[in-house]
């Protein structure tokens, strides 16, 4: 029999799990793979934790898991595809890259407030206890959180960089806080500090003339009632990011910034029953070579990839190469190719010596976790970064793939497979990655729920971020001091003048 008190406290249990539920809107717009893959992975934590979970993204799921309904931005992938889009194509100049990718951006934020499925969601009135979007130079869609009068949590997929930092008020000296789109690390030379901060001008510029006034625009053109841009831009509860000092380099964090990097990755599947044969059974090991979900083999330029294939033979190591053709010409034997491999599980098998990677934020996380070393082989510029600071902590060679040669290649696939080395940084940094107080999956959980419960966290807002540019420089405090310092010096003069002034002119009067 239970007793009163005691169908008290299980009514009240049935209360706290049903507002503990959140109802939690995810925007995940951008058609990449990768993007989608993170975005969902993130929502599907929280929707397995029991949140009520809506996505907004150009994919769908085959088998949508519980509580997690998907509003498809129809068209976008479509449209993505006619265009003939080749990763391996991609500029890395820097001054053009923020350009055009402020344009890409906004083009990518004009078709989701275009699409009909999205329209409908706005004109929903669902009420949502948080907004989670996607960062991705996506100013003007952080107006839905407005819309739907909920906190705003922003997920970013890299570190925290130029396109939070403004936002949150995150220091971001470009004297250690190296730019996305230059290959380097905080450890930064004079040159390379010299170029970080042109660029990090070059950025601020192009934010304010060019970038935010043509999001304002886009975001005018579909909704003419909402506010100015810069009223709530600046307004982000949270963010996360997918960051982890294991992978990335120790910067500054304000406390509304909390890192969940390698959120993504669950507890290894077995492999399929000729894959863990292989594994099993590879003599020397195996090599795993995967270049990601948007380069594409068939994309690959046939020198390169001649080159590869030249180097690749000469190794004693099997090599399994997520390949999306059907005939790989000039296959050497122990190279095996598949359209598709489970890489995550794959990296957890012991008998994996080195991971071939284009350096892809995901897949280093994954490296890492399972302590595998890397050769990277970056081709756009945050790939090329990533695979810097990898071999800067020991655990990688990385050399941007237009660079690639056979001499090289062959010095450092010896050196990767020989000097134990790498492996003992690898397994060093995994040992970094899984020590924290909670895992990151609870991370995400904890404080996308900690910004509900806190009715959007403003507490955890920097004052910085009400303050103007100048004042954020001190440069009128700099001004009022060397003002009074001048007015100082002018009195001091002045009054000596006349003190001393006139016992001189006495002096001279009775000489
Ligand atoms: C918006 O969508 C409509 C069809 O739904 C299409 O005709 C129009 O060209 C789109 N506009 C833009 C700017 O993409
Ligand atoms: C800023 O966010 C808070 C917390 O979510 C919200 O109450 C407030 O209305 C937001 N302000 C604007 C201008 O969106």
Redesign the pocket.
């Known amino acids: 029999m239970l007793r009163h008190c005691e169908i008290l406290f299980l009514l009240g249990v049935l209360v706290m799990s049903s507002t503990d539920a959140a109802k939690l809107l995810g925007i995940f717009h951008v058609p990449g793979k990768s993007h989608y893959l993170s975005g969902s992975a993130l929502m599907k934590i929280l929707a397995e934790k029991g949140h009520d979970v809506t996505i907004v993204s150009p994919f769908t799921e085959k088998n949508p898991p519980k509580n997690y309904k998907e509003v498809v931005l129809t068209?976008l992938l479509d449209e993505k595809k006619d265009e003939n889009f080749n990763m391996f194509d991609m500029t890395n100049n820097p001054f053009m890259m923020i350009g055009l990718f402020s344009y890409i951006s906004t083009i990518m934020v004009?078709?989701t407030f275009?699409?009909?499925n999205f329209k409908k969601l706005m004109q929903s009135g669902e009420k949502y206890d948080a907004v989670i979007l996607e960062e991705f130079n996506s100013e003007a869609l952080k107006y839905v959180a407005h819309h739907f009068n909920a906190p705003l949590i922003v997920y970013n997929a890299m570190d925290a960089n130029e396109w939070i930092n403004p936002y949150q008020g995150n220091p971001d000296s470009p004297s250690y806080v190296p730019l996305v789109y230059l290959p380097y690390t905080s450890d930064m030379s004079f040159f390379e500090r010299v170029y970080n901060s042109i660029i990090y001008v070059y950025i601020n510029l192009v934010r304010h003339i060019f970038f935010l006034p043509m999001q304002n625009r886009v975001l005018h053109k579909y909704y003419p009632n909402a506010p100015n841009l810069d009223q709530f831009i600046y307004n982000v509860s949270l963010v996360l990011l997918n960051a982890d000092e294991s992978v990335y380099d120790a910067l500054p964090r304000v406390p509304s910034m909390k890192n969940i990097g390698g959120f993504h990755i669950h507890q290894p599947k077995p492999l399929p029953n000729d894959l863990q044969q292989l594994l099993d059974n590879a003599e020397h090991g195996v090599i795993y070579f995967s270049m990601g979900s948007n380069l594409l083999a068939k994309d690959m330029p046939t020198e390169k990839k001649k080159i590869l294939l030249r180097t690749l033979s000469k190794l004693k190591q099997t090599v399994l190469w997520k390949y999306e053709e059907e005939n790989l010409p000039g296959k050497p034997e122990n190279v095996i190719t598949r359209k598709w491999l489970p890489q995550n599980d794959i990296l957890a098998h012991k008998n994996i010596k080195l991971f071939i990677t284009h350096g892809g934020i995901f897949s280093t996380y994954e490296a890492v976790y399972h302590g595998v070393p890397l050769l990277s082989l970056g081709v756009i510029s945050e790939q090329i970064l990533n695979g810097k600071r990898s071999e800067k902590n020991g655990y990688a060679k990385a050399v941007p793939f237009f660079d690639i040669e056979e001499e090289t290649l062959d010095l450092y696939l010896k050196e990767l497979l020989e000097n134990p080395k790498y492996k003992e940084n690898a397994a060093r940094r995994s040992r970094i990655l899984k020590d924290k107080p909670q895992s990151a999956t609870a991370a995400v959980n904890y404080w996308v729920e900690y910004v509900v419960r806190h009715k959007g966290a403003s507490h955890l807002r920097v004052a910085s971020l009400d303050l103007t540019w100048y004042q954020c420089m001190l440069l009128d405090v700099v001004a009022f001091l060397l003002v009074s310092f001048v007015v100082l010096i002018y009195t001091l003069k002045f009054l000596f003048r006349t003190v001393f002034g006139r016992k001189v002119n006495k002096k001279e009067k009775t000489a």
Do not use: F, V
């Open positions: 068209g004009e078709k275009n699409n009909t």
